[in-house]
C-alpha cells in the first residue's frame, strides 16, 4: 500500500517539474521577444543645440574661446554640424578652429558634444562693437536641429582715440627786404606736418612794427592789423597777401612786423619763424633807386647767351678742372626758383655740375668765378640771390659771395680788389633745413657810393670721396 503511494507521487513530481520546464521556457522566450520589442525602440536621433548663451569678448583677447554644442542622445549614429557666422568678416575680424566663416564639424557615433573656438582679430581700428550671429545652419546622418541653433557673439572694441600733438606753424616766406612799390605780395604759413583737422591761425601786426596798417599797408586785403588764416584739415600751406602802398611822402624806411598767434586747436606755434619782418624802403627821397633782377628766364638757348646777351662774366682762378666745372647758364623745366616766391619754380639760371664719376683721371680743382654786369647803383645795397645744392655727401665746395668797387672788368681776379659778403656750404645749408635741391634765398647788404660788380665763386676739390658737386643760382637781385 505504501509502495503504490510513492509511485503515485513521483508521477505527481514529474508532472510538476515539467509544469516548471514549460514555465521557464515561456518566461525565456517572453524575456527575448521583450527584450527585441525594446532594442527596435530605442531612438537614434540625436539633436543639437548651443550650450551657451549670448556672449561677449574684448578685442584683444588673448586666447580663443571655446562653443560647445550638446548632442541630447547617446544612441545616435554619427553625422555632420555645418556652422555658418555672419555680421563680421573672417580674418579681419575674428578666426575660428574651423579656418573660415562656415565650417562642418565631424561627429562620431554616440557622442555627447561637438565643438569648436573663435577669437576676435584685434586691430587698431576705432569702431562699433561688432555682433556676430553663430548659427547650426545644418545637420546630416542622425543629427537633427534641436531647439538652441544660434546665439550672439559681441567683439567690444578696445582702441581709443588718441588726438595727435598739435602741428606746429611757421612762416614760410622770409625776412625781406622790399621797394615801396613792390605792390602785392604772397606770403605762405607753412605747417610741420599734415593740420589733421581744419583750424585757424591768427596773423597780427606786432608792436615792432613802425609800418601802419591801412596807410602804409593791407593785411590780406583788409585795413586792419590782424585776420584769422584758415588751415583746412590735410593741408600743410596756406598764403595771404600784403598790399605795399606806394605813397608819394618821403619818409624814412618802415618796418612791416608780422606775428603768428592764438592757433586753435590742433595747431601749435612752431620754433623756427613765427614772426616776419619786411623792411619797407622808400622810393621818394636819397639817391635814385636803383632795382636790378636777372632771372635769366629771357635765355635763347645760344652758349654765349650769358656772357654776350647778359653782360656776365667766368673766371677761372686755381682751377685744374676744365671748362667741364665752370658756373654756366642752362635751361631745366621747374628746376630753378621762381623770383617771386622761393618755392615756385622757373626754368632757367646759373648751374654748376660736376663728376670725376670716381675716376682719378677727372679729379682735380674746381675755382671759378661768374661775376655780374657793372651795377650803376649807390647807397645801402641789398644783394639777394636765391641758391641750391644737390649731393650732400659728395659735395663739400664752398661758395663764396663778394661785391668790389675797384674790379676794371678785364676779366682777371684779384681777390684784394673784392670785399666777401658772405659764404655757404651744403653741410651749412642742411642743418639750416634746406635739403637737396631746395632753394634758400640768402641776403647781403653793402654800402656802395660809385658802381659795383657782384661775384659768386665755388671752389672744390674734386677726389675720390668727394667726387660729384651740383649748384644753382636763380634771381639775382639787387637794389637800394
Known amino acids: 500500500m505504501q509502495h503504490r503511494r510513492s509511485i503515485k507521487q513521483n508521477v505527481e513530481l514529474i508532472l510538476r517539474i515539467m509544469q516548471v520546464k514549460n514555465y521557464l521556457l515561456f518566461f525565456l522566450a517572453a524575456t527575448f521577444l521583450s527584450a527585441c520589442e525594446k532594442e527596435e525602440e530605442v531612438n537614434e536621433t540625436g539633436k543639437v543645440y548651443f550650450a551657451t548663451s549670448d556672449i561677449r569678448e574684448v578685442e584683444n583677447a588673448s586666447i580663443p574661446l571655446g562653443i560647445n554644442i550638446g548632442i ?82 559681441t567683439i567690444i572694441d578696445n582702441d581709443e582715440y588718441v588726438e595727435p600733438d598739435p602741428v606746429a606753424l611757421d612762416f614760410g616766406s622770409p625776412d625781406a627786404v622790399i621797394i615801396e612799390d613792390a605792390g602785392v605780395l604772397n606770403i ?45 584739415e590735410g593741408s600743410t600751406e596756406a598764403s595771404f597777401e600784403i598790399a605795399i602802398n606806394d ?64 653782360g656776365y662774366q667766368n673766371i677761372l682762378t686755381n682751377q685744374t678742372i676744365a671748362d667741364a666745372g665752370i658756373i654756366t647758364l642752362i635751361t631745366s623745366a621747374g628746376a630753378f626758383s621762381d623770383e617771386n ?15 670725376t664719376g670716381q675716376s682719378a683721371a677727372n679729379e682735380g680743382e674746381i675755382d671759378n668765378l661768374v661775376i655780374s654786369p657793372l651795377m650803376d647803383g649807390a647807397g645801402a645795397m641789398t644783394f639777394e640771390v636765391d641758391m641750391s645744392y644737390a649731393f650732400l655727401n659728395q659735395n663739400n665746395g664752398e661758395v663764396m659771395f663778394y661785391w668790389s668797387q675797384n674790379y676794371d672788368g678785364s676779366g682777371e681776379f684779384k681777390e684784394s680788389d673784392w670785399e666777401i659778403l658772405g659764404t655757404e656750404t651744403a653741410a651749412k645749408l642742411n642743418t639750416a633745413g634746406f635739403g637737396n635741391n631746395i632753394y634758400s634765398r640768402k641776403s647781403f647788404s653793402f654800402t656802395a657810393d660809385k658802381p659795383f660788380y657782384l661775384a659768386i665763386r665755388v671752389q672744390q676739390t674734386m677726389d675720390g670721396k668727394y667726387y660729384r658737386t651740383r649748384w644753382r643760382f636763380d634771381n639775382l637781385r639787387v637794389f637800394n
Do not use: C
Open 72 to 153: 541630447d542622445n547617446a544612441f545616435h549614429r554619427g553625422g555632420t554640424i555645418e556652422l555658418d557666422i555672419t555680421g563680421g568678416t573672417y580674418g579681419t575680424d575674428f578666426t575660428t578652429s574651423g579656418e573660415a566663416s562656415t565650417f562642418t564639424l565631424e561627429v562620431a557615433p554616440g557622442a555627447l558634444y561637438a565643438g569648436f573656438s573663435i577669437q576676435p582679430v584685434d586691430d587698431e581700428i576705432i569702431e562699433d562693437d561688432k555682433t556676430l550671429a553663430i548659427t547650426i545652419r545644418n545637420t546630416t546622418g542622425s543629427l537633427e536641429l534641436g531647439d538652441i541653433t544660434s546665439f550672439n557673439f
Open 188 to 232: 605762405s604759413v607753412v605747417a610741420a606736418s599734415p593740420a589733421f583737422k581744419a583750424g585757424t591761425v591768427e596773423v597780427r601786426t606786432s608792436t615792432a612794427a613802425t609800418a601802419n596798417p591801412a596807410n602804409d599797408f593791407t593785411l590780406n586785403g583788409e585795413n586792419q592789423g590782424t585776420f584769422l588764416l584758415s588751415f583746412p
Open 247 to 310: 605813397d608819394k611822402d618821403m619818409e624814412e624806411d618802415e618796418q612791416i612786423v608780422l606775428e603768428l598767434a592764438n592757433p586753435s586747436e590742433g595747431l601749435t606755434l612752431g620754433t623756427t619763424s613765427t614772426t616776419l619782418t619786411l623792411l619797407v624802403r622808400d622810393n621818394d627821397q636819397g639817391p635814385p633807386p636803383f632795382v636790378y633782377l636777372e632771372n635769366f628766364e629771357t635765355n635763347d638757348g645760344t652758349l654765349d647767351y650769358l656772357n654776350v646777351g647778359l
Open 341 to 355: 616766391n622761393i618755392d615756385g619754380v622757373s626754368d632757367n639760371g646759373l648751374n654748376l655740375f660736376y663728376n
